[in-house]
């Protein structure tokens, strides 16, 4: 995962220990992204921000050639111990890497990228934006997961919704987090002034798991979108 300021490495180990089952993330954003991902097989994919390696993981069972990254060293250890046993065949390659700044790749290198809930981190997501473009094959696409403006204007009670803003939240399973709130028109100013098209956009829907498990988050996710998918393909 990446940031301006504020790093995973402070709440790592309670981060990589719960998210595979915390709701929001295992039964309501993981299914909807991994139900848009085109096939990957045969693909080199590469994931931005792997925090403790799940969506890599995904990909390597799907028979993508996985480069995978994340701006906390803690988070990318987390990684490799997941994926270690995964690594026979050299299919997949895990650094420490910031998205934002210029990656470790030659230009044009990637059939596709994922950025799972990575890019509110940054204050701006052009820089991270342009450089996805670049490592892009020309024909190729990137998928991510982000908050959903709407709702995070309504949790954090803003006064100026069209303006970004830094805040600071508290996640019951892992603590004191940090990140960037913008409204939906500087997602979408942000997505073609770095030079995409936008071909897929998701408000998804809670799954029946999550409703199992949390009814109440289930009503009020049917109100309220807490995410938002894009599917994005560079312009020609």
Known sequence: MAADDFNYDSIAADYASGVDRAPYNALYERPAMMGLLPDVSGLRILDAGCGSGWYAEQLLDRGAKVDAFDASESMVEYARRRLSIRNADGRISIQVAELGSRLPFEDHTFDGAVS??????????RPALKEIRRVLKPAGWFQFSTHHPSADAALFNTHDYFTTEHVVDHWEWVGRVEFFRRSLTEIGASILDSGFTIEKMVEPAPTEEFRAAK?????KLMQQPEFLIFRIRPVA
């Not at 799972?116 to 997501?125: A, E, F, I, K």
């Not at 009814?215 to 009503?219: A, H, K, L, R």
């Open 215 to 219: 009814p109440e988050s289930y009503v």
């Open 116 to 125: 799972p809930l990575v890019l509110h981190y940054l204050s701006d997501w």
